[in-house]
Nanobody
């Protein structure tokens, strides 16, 4: 079992920046691929970014490429999502997820955090 806890959400103005953190705990959590997803009201949860267990490969959704960056610190069992040039359409609940293999869809992840809300004002 892996437990995930996100933090760092909040209210930010358009063009601003935020950094989300996701701390993982549990057995061999540092060997898991990690992903960030988001879900806006009335919409399906969508892929944002993912990173392999060793940080060797990164995956981005086109909507955030060049603005968001995923990274991880396995010594701290933490994955980050650095977000810049935020837009109102980035407003959503952001979730981190973990699985033994990296994936780009919600179905590929077994473990999920509770989510953290980001609201971008125009």
């Amino acid at each position: 079992q892996v437990q995930l806890a996100e933090s760092g959400g909040g209210l930010v103005q358009a063009a601003g920046s935020l950094r989300l953190s996701c701390v993982a705990s549990g057995r061999t959590s540092s060997s898991y691929a990690m992903g960030w997803f988001r879900q806006a009201p009335g919409k399906e949860r969508e892929f944002v970014e993912a990173i392999t267990w060793n940080g060797g490969r990164l995956y981005y959704a086109d909507s955030v490429k060049g603005r968001f960056t995923i990274s991880r610190d396995n010594a701290k069992n933490t994955v980050y999502l650095q977000m810049s040039s935020l837009k109102p359409e980035d407003t959503a609940a952001y979730y981190c997820a973990a699985d033994s293999r990296v994936g780009l869809t919600t179905h590929e992840y077994d473990y999920w955090g509770q989510g953290t809300q980001i609201t971008v004002s125009s």
